[in-house]
T-cell receptor
Framework: GNSVTQMEGPVTLSEEAFLTINCTYT??????LFWYVQYPGEGLQLLLK?????DKGSNKGFEATYRKETTSFHLEKGSVQVSDSAVYFC??????????????FGKGTKLSVKP | DARVTQTPRHKVTEMGQEVTMRCQPI?????VFWYRQTMMQGLELLAY????????DSGMPKDRFSAEMPDATLATLKIQPSEPRDSAVYFC?????????????FGPGTRLLVL
């Protein structure tokens, strides 16, 4: 079945450091890939997404590229801020079949950025 | 600024009591999802509706959980009888029903504690 594996946290960085959170997936066909972010006490919100191979999603300085050859969708940011402290979830959705639209999430990676 | 609303935000109850959680999806959205989030299991899909029809509730314990959409502006999730293991944060999300790469918009969640 479909699944998502992301690096376990917590990840602690200093402000302005480079961030990478690894995410790999297993899926039939060509899924859509997402990064969602959850700030303390809130629901998840979409950070970025990509719907086909080689697409790059980007938002708020974060980027991720859909790599079909390595089944990966790693999240990167060149310079993190304290306000980026949150839990980041990688997810996929199938683009066909009965489970179309359902999101399958990774376990989440907690990021803490220190001043 | 359209958003998903959930009530109540917090609920403390005793084992054996009925719990009803409500969700108002974003106006015009035709897909609704219920998720449960715990530290141990992460995010789990409980039920999924499209145009008010249940499409997938395989993630839901059938003997005690039920999910309905009485109308397009209201989704409910009921637990009867509740058990301590049901303690979790329950999220509702809605989407526009796009067949590829649908973005799900999450509510703030209902934090449930069953004593």
């Amino acid at each position: 079945g479909n699944s998502v594996t992301q690096m376990e946290g917590p990840v602690t960085l200093s402000e302005e450091a480079f961030l990478t959170i690894n995410c790999t997936y297993t899926a039939t066909g060509y899924p859509s890939l997402f990064w969602y972010v959850q700030y303390p006490g809130e629901g998840l919100q979409l950070l970025l997404k990509a719907t086909k191979a080689d697409d790059k999603g980007s938002n708020k300085g974060f980027e991720a590229t859909y790599r079909k050859e390595t089944t990966s969708f790693h999240l990167e940011k060149g310079s993190v801020q304290v306000s980026d402290s949150a839990v980041y979830f990688c997810a996929l959705s199938s683009n066909y079949g009965g489970s179309q639209g359902n999101l399958i999430f990774g376990k989440g990676t907690k990021l803490s950025v220190k001043p | 600024d359209a958003r998903v609303t959930q009530t109540p935000r917090h609920k403390v109850t005793e084992m054996g009591q009925e719990v009803t959680m409500r969700c108002q999806p974003i106006l015009g959205h035709n897909t609704v999802f219920w998720y449960r989030q715990t530290m141990m299991q992460g995010l789990e899909l409980l039920a999924y509706f499209r145009n008010r029809a249940p499409l997938d509730d395989s993630g839901m314990p059938k003997d005690r959980f039920s999910a309905e959409m009485p109308d397009a502006t209201l989704a409910t999730l009921k637990i009867q009888p509740s058990e301590p293991r049901d303690s979790a944060v329950y999220f509702c999300a809605s989407g526009s029903g796009s067949p590829v790469g649908e973005t799900q918009y999450f509510g703030p969640g209902t934090r449930l504690l069953v004593l």
